[in-house]
């Protein structure tokens, strides 16, 4: 069995990139998803915001779900790491 990632590298790595951190716990399914699905609110918060708003209010969306993304990576890491010590 491999050694499970760090979670503080996760946790880097999915501040940094939407999905990068679920990709490196080898659940790219589920971080492509995210990553497609950040893409896509932040597309449609632009389109549908006035351009008055600030770049923040503009992709609001899609940073939202980023920002979900970060402590479920982190999580997931961290379940893997617990489960990888008690085998």
Not at 20 to 26: N, P, Q, S
Not at 39 to 45: A, G, I, K, P
Not at 52 to 76: C, E, K, N, Q, T
């Amino acid at each position: 069995m491999t050694r499970p990632i760090n979670p503080y590298l996760v946790l880097a790595l999915a501040t940094m990139l939407p999905g990068a951190g679920h990709v490196a716990v080898r659940d790219a399914t589920r971080g492509l998803a995210f990553a497609f699905f950040a893409v896509f609110f932040s597309v449609l918060t632009y389109k549908t915001t006035p351009p008055d708003r600030s770049f923040l209010g503009r992709h609001a969306g899609g940073l939202f779900v980023w920002a979900l993304s970060i402590p479920d990576a982190y999580r997931r890491a961290r379940v893997r790491t617990v489960m990888a010590r008690k085998s």
